[in-house]
Structures are given as structure tokens and as C-alpha cells.
């Protein structure tokens, strides 16, 4: 079993470009999970999908984060411009939603905007 | 909202018992579940109790769950060097549907 896949496993770019982070969950699993983790404010959900639907996007923090679910095995998490604040490391994670809930987390995405 | 609260830091001597606390406020939680991030990498999944147990065992570790102080811990024995990292708390809130995670406990194992 492969786990959760996610890429690019670090990115460094300039405050205004486009970011879009994407994530492989596992095979089988219907419900995938978007994190933000930070020191400041540690793990915050952004948004879940099921079956591919968003189902709560409340810990979107604004308009610049967008997220797309188009099959069962691909998701992508785009900021659009991006700020230095969205320097952070990005987790996806996924289950069956079901099984005892239990989320299996990528290994990340550690961003850094400049 | 639902609130799950943890210890920052804990420091312990290598081959003692370490134990990791976590409360909740969120009664309806039905599934409670304790991750573990090394440096660098993702959160791995450690155990999980369900609300009408008391207490798992698995191996080294022991998760305990007090449902009417609402209380849950983990206790580590024979603890190694191995075992620093950061312990995070995690509750399924049926009211919300989702994960809560605790802000994590940074253990730290010495010689």
C-alpha cells in the first residue's frame, strides 16, 4: 500500500505566484482531508471532500485557497497569488469514511513563500 | 466550538514510563485517537479507542479514556530515544463531523 502521496514535497516561491499542491489518497478511501500545519496555530482543517463533494470548506481562509477533488484518486489545493502568511506545511489525508473515521496523513507539503 | 487541549512539553529519562494527557469537551465524540509526528514528516497513526472502552494495550502502549472527566491519555513504557516526537491528541466530534486535534506534546527523551 503506497499511503497518502503527496506533491511536491517542497516548495519555495515568490509572494504573488501561483501555488497548487496535489495529493493521491489511498486507494479505496472515499473521504480526503486538506491541513494546514503552522507554529503558531498548529494542525487547522481547510476542507474535506466525500465521495469527491466538498463537504465543509469553513477553515478556508479566504478567496486566494481554492480546492478541486475531480476523481477519487486526485485532489489539488491551489493558492492564487500566494503571501508570505501561507508559509506553512500542507498536509492530505484520507479515509474511509466509516472506519472508525481514521485518517491516514500524506508525509506534506512544506511551503515557503518569499 | 469543540476544544481538545494538551500539554506543550514533556521531558522524560530514557527507559522511564512517559505519560501524554489530553482532555476534551466534546461528549458526543465516539472515536479518539492519538498521532505521532517525528521531524519532517507527516502525522502516523499510533492507536485509537473507541467511547465505550476504558483502556487499549498495544505492545509499549497503554491508552487510557476517563468518558466523564473526559480525559484521555497515553502512556509510553520503556520509553527510548526513538520515541521524541510530537503526540498528538484527536477526538472525532460527531456534532461536527470532524477530527479535533490538540495542539500536540513535544516529548523529549534523555539519556
Known amino acids: 500500500d503506497a499511503g497518502v502521496i503527496q506533491s511536491p514535497r517542497h516548495e519555495v516561491t515568490e509572494m504573488g505566484q501561483e501555488v497548487t499542491l496535489r495529493c493521491k489518497p489511498i486507494?479505496?478511501?472515499?473521504?480526503l482531508f486538506w491541513y494546514r500545519q503552522t507554529m503558531m496555530r498548529g494542525l487547522e482543517l481547510l476542507i474535506y471532500?466525500?465521495?469527491?463533494?466538498?463537504?465543509?470548506d469553513s477553515g478556508m481562509p479566504e478567496d486566494r485557497f481554492s480546492a478541486k477533488m475531480p476523481n477519487a484518486s486526485f485532489s489539488t489545493l491551489k493558492i492564487q497569488p500566494s503571501e508570505p502568511r501561507d508559509s506553512a506545511v500542507y498536509f492530505c489525508a484520507s479515509t474511509f469514511s466509516g472506519d472508525q473515521e481514521t485518517q491516514y496523513f500524506g508525509p506534506g507539503t512544506r511551503l515557503l513563500v518569499l | 466550538g469543540e476544544d481538545v487541549e494538551q500539554s506543550l512539553f514533556l521531558s522524560v529519562r530514557e527507559g522511564d514510563s512517559s505519560v501524554i494527557n489530553c482532555t476534551y469537551t466534546?461528549?458526543?465524540?465516539?472515536?479518539l485517537y492519538w498521532y505521532k509526528q517525528e521531524p519532517g514528516a507527516g502525522l502516523q497513526l499510533l492507536t485509537y479507542?473507541?467511547?465505550?472502552?476504558d483502556m487499549k494495550q498495544d505492545q509499549r502502549l497503554t491508552v487510557l479514556l476517563n468518558k466523564k472527566d473526559k480525559h484521555l491519555s497515553l502512556r509510553i513504557a520503556d520509553t527510548q530515544t526513538g520515541d521524541s516526537a510530537i503526540y498528538f491528541c484527536a477526538v472525532f466530534s460527531g456534532g461536527y463531523n470532524k477530527l479535533i486535534f490538540g495542539a500536540g506534546t513535544r516529548l523529549a527523551v534523555h539519556p
Open positions: 471532500f466525500n465521495n469527491n463533494v466538498p463537504i465543509d
Open positions: 486507494s479505496g478511501h472515499n473521504s
Open positions: 479507542i473507541f467511547s465505550n472502552m
Open positions: 466534546d461528549s458526543s465524540s465516539t472515536y
